[in-house]
């Protein structure tokens, strides 16, 4: 699995790609249009309600905490194994938060960062960080010096084989099932979970007030044209408003 910042330096061939579906760098939306067959792991770095496959534990983005709450969170929604990417180091403050919300590790996918030893995933046989922890990790990026386009440098992850393997009934489709209908005049979380998809699907919302990416839970005119803009390209009836059929080309 490979990532980066800037997606023209991701190289076509990996069977998946990180994403990022806020913060400075949303590359969910270009990433898909680049490679629009690809498996992507969408990830949060401010948690919270956000809706994502994972959440990055690292200074400036979630405490240990932050992620295990909101590992808690997508759980109750009934998300499938979501993923908390930390390093290595920060690993054990992570398992110990999910225990003090009573979380397995095998209820979650931990994606550690740790270079220097070589493509391998860090556990009690690879590495001795991984000894030290005894908890065997799902996948780790193992370097940030990656060969991508035009002699840049990316991230690159090994995943265990299992890493993607889901069960019969995924969160999206719970949460088809679950989400309130949605459109112009409307707010709060279920406007924010769709003007989340609609920036990981590339709509560019602009900045609302302190909202840099625009989701700020009201659906205003903007969110309103964006809406109708993801339906005509979906071949959906265009009246802006969010329901099943919507929400089901959103998550397909």
């Known amino acids: 699995m490979a990532d980066s ?18 913060g400075e760098w949303p590359t969910a939306g270009p990433v898909r249009q680049r490679f629009p067959s690809a498996v992507l792991l ?21 405490s240990p905490l932050g992620a295990a709450q909101w590992a808690d969170y997508r759980l109750s929604a009934g998300a499938w194994r979501p993923v908390i990417y930390a390093s ?14 009573d979380i397995s590790t095998d209820e979650v996918r931990l994606l550690s ?13 690879t590495c001795a960080e991984g000894r030290e922890l005894g908890v065997q990790m799902d996948g780790t990026q193992w370097t940030d010096a990656a060969s991508g386009a ?24 719970g949460l088809v099932a679950t989400i309130s209908e949605v459109k112009k005049g409307s707010s709060g979380q279920a406007v924010r979970n769709w003007q989340g998809i609609l920036v990981a699907h590339g709509y560019d919302l602009g900045a609302s007030g302190q909202f840099r990416d625009g989701v700020d839970g009201v ?34």
């Open 88 to 101: 290595i180091g920060t690993m054990g403050s992570v398992i110990s938060e999910l225990k003090a919300l």
């Open 219 to 252: 659906f205003g005119d903007v969110t309103d044209e964006r809406t109708r803009d993801f339906q005509k390209a979906k071949s959906l009836e265009v009246d802006g408003e969010v329901g099943q059929q919507t929400w089901t080309a959103a998550l397909a």
């Open 113 to 125: 960062a740790h270079y220097g030893e070589g493509q391998h995933v860090c556990g009690p046989g």
């Open 42 to 62: 969408t990830m949060t770095v401010r948690g919270g309600k956000a809706i994502a496959d994972g959440c990055d534990c690292e200074p400036g983005n979630l």
């Open 150 to 173: 035009l002699h840049s440098l990316i991230d690159a992850s090994a995943l265990n084989p299992s890493f993607f393997e889901q069960d019969p009934t995924t969160w999206e489709d």
């Open 5 to 22: 910042i800037v997606p023209a330096n991701l190289l076509a061939g990996y069977d998946a790609y990180l994403v990022y579906v806020d």
